[in-house]
T-cell receptor, first 116, second 117 residues
Framework: DAGITQSPRHKVTETGTPVTLRCHQT?????MYWYRQDPGHGLRLIHY???????DKGEVSDGYSVSRSKTEDFLLTLESATSSQTSVYFC???????????????FGPGTRLTVT | AQKVTQAQTEISVVEKEDVTLDCVYE???????LFWYKQPPSGELVFLIR??????QNEISGRYSWNFQKSTSSFNFTITASQVVDSAVYFC??????????????FGTGTKLQVIP
């Protein structure tokens, strides 16, 4: 258990409405990530964060914004949801041993978002 | 650019059979990392293994084993004596050491394994 929670776990919303998904970690990890999972695409990186107020774009960032005001929380916002953003969203943290150059990512339980 | 190919979209086996999930990767880096994740029907993503490019030693963990071959750019995953609980989608992933501090991870599209009792 990597101590990652996501909320809400399920959400149905209408096109054009704003939506915010929350990722919370309890272990003070520096790096956090937001992915979306779609059939035939695996997981694709939306945004990531390397510290409080430090964020950057991933490969599918259009239509999404993020914020990280505290180490433990990483928020993903869909400013105006579209049907193409219907997906399962996963948050991840980077975990590794001190001194190693490689880290695993551990994932939260996911949020299933449906945009109607 | 890094790329991961899992050519097997779905595999069905009968319980107790052995099954191998294929993973082929592309990278220009000489130092990189490979991962396998399991996603059971409940939906969570479970980390299984990380392998560094400079360590080609194969690994075995219970019924699971991983065969890393740099010569063929493959990192295959074998489940011996499969069980119904092994039914899941399995993702192979790649991270290049030079992909920046945030460590970009590229995932394959996954292989769905169904173990039939």
């Amino acid at each position: 258990d990597a101590g990652i929670t996501q909320s809400p776990r399920h959400k149905v919303t209408e096109t054009g409405t704003p939506v915010t998904l929350r990722c919370h970690q309890t272990e003070n990890h520096r790096y956090m990530y937001w992915y979306r999972q779609d059939p035939g695409h695996g997981l694709r990186l939306i945004h990531y964060s390397y510290g409080v107020k430090d964020t950057d774009k991933g490969e599918v960032s259009d239509g999404y914004s993020v914020s990280r005001s505290k180490t433990e929380d990483f928020l993903l916002t869909l400013e105006s949801a579209t049907s193409s953003q219907t997906s399962v969203y996963f948050c991840a943290i980077r975990v590794g041993l001190s001194g190693q150059n490689s880290y695993e990512q551990y994932f939260g339980p996911g949020t299933r978002l449906t945009v109607t | 650019a890094q790329k991961v190919t899992q050519a097997q979209t779905e595999i069905s086996v009968v319980e107790k059979e052995d099954v191998t999930l294929d993973c082929v990767y592309e990278t220009r880096d000489t130092t990189y990392y490979l991962f396998w994740y399991k996603q059971p029907p409940s939906g969570e993503l479970v980390f299984l293994i990380r392998r560094n490019s400079f360590d080609e030693q194969n690994e075995i963990s219970g019924r699971y084993s991983w065969n890393f071959q740099k010569s063929t750019s493959s990192f295959n995953f074998t489940i011996t004596a499969s069980q119904v609980v092994d039914s899941a989608v399995y993702f192979c992933a790649l991270s290049e050491a030079g992909s920046g501090g945030y460590q970009k991870v590229t995932f394959g599209t996954g292989t769905k394994l169904q173990v039939i009792p």
